[in-house]
């Protein structure tokens, strides 16, 4: 079964960092590009940025491009979003998902709770 | 690219035909998708390439469109297609932009 399991909820505080994880399994992890989207608490969707694990080819939304850094390490099939200094407006569920015909493997989400 | 959807949100009878539009900012040919998002779940693919639907979705959901207009169909609301249904386009990571939702709800 082709699947992603990322890492479980964080709480935080401002300032501090964060590397949270999704890790593929049932398919060639290094194959196909891996997205990020982020979720508001009762916001829609919103596309962060992309990576292909196979030589880490990366692109990022202009919105999020300085704000949070991509990475994967194919050997152990998995990706990574990241965080030097979060902020309180960093709070939301993160998704990665696999991008093929669109994104169609997600991972479970990952709940980031930022706050003094 | 910019996609704007309507309705943002919509009401209707189990049986009803229901169609949601996504309209894009600039052409992009048939590259668009569609997601359902059930509440406190991840979203799932149901369409790719306009009108190709995801293996394992119900044939009761359609897609149509090229260019810059776009439509998703229930051709027959079941209770449980109530979720908030986005559209997301393809057409190279420059970003791949999703469009505000349409949230279905039950009459």
């Known amino acids: 079964e082709v699947q992603l399991v990322q890492s479980g909820a964080e709480v935080k505080k401002p300032g501090e960092s964060l590397k949270i994880s999704c890790k593929g399994s049932?398919?060639?992890?290094?194959?196909?590009?891996i997205g990020w989207v982020r979720q508001m608490p009762g916001k829609g969707l919103e596309w962060m940025g992309i990576i292909y694990p196979g030589d880490s080819d990366t692109r990022y939304s202009p919105s999020f491009q300085g704000q949070v850094t991509i990475s994967a390490d194919k050997s152990i099939s998995t990706a990574y979003l990241q965080w030097s200094s979060l902020k309180a407006s960093d709070t939301a569920i993160y998704y990665c998902?696999?991008?093929?015909?669109?994104?169609?493997?997600w991972g479970q989400g990952t709940t980031v709770s930022v706050s003094s | 690219i910019q996609l704007t959807q309507s309705p943002s949100s919509l009401s209707a009878s189990v049986g009803d035909r229901v169609t949601i539009t996504c309209r894009a900012s600039q052409a992009i040919s048939t590259y668009l998708g569609w997601y359902q998002q059930k509440p406190g779940k991840a979203p799932k693919l149901l369409i790719y390439?306009?009108?190709t639907l995801q293996s394992g979705v119900p044939s009761r959901f359609s897609g149509s469109g090229s260019g810059t207009d776009f439509t998703l169909t229930i051709s027959s609301l079941q209770p449980e297609d109530i979720a908030t249904y986005y559209c997301?386009?393809?057409?190279?990571?420059?970003?791949?932009?999703f469009g505000g939702g349409t949230k279905v709800e039950i009459k």
């Open positions: 997301q386009q393809l057409n190279s990571y420059r970003p791949l932009t």
């Open positions: 390439a306009a009108s």
């Open positions: 998902a696999r991008q093929v015909y669109g994104m169609d493997v």
């Open positions: 049932g398919y060639t992890f290094g194959s196909h590009w």
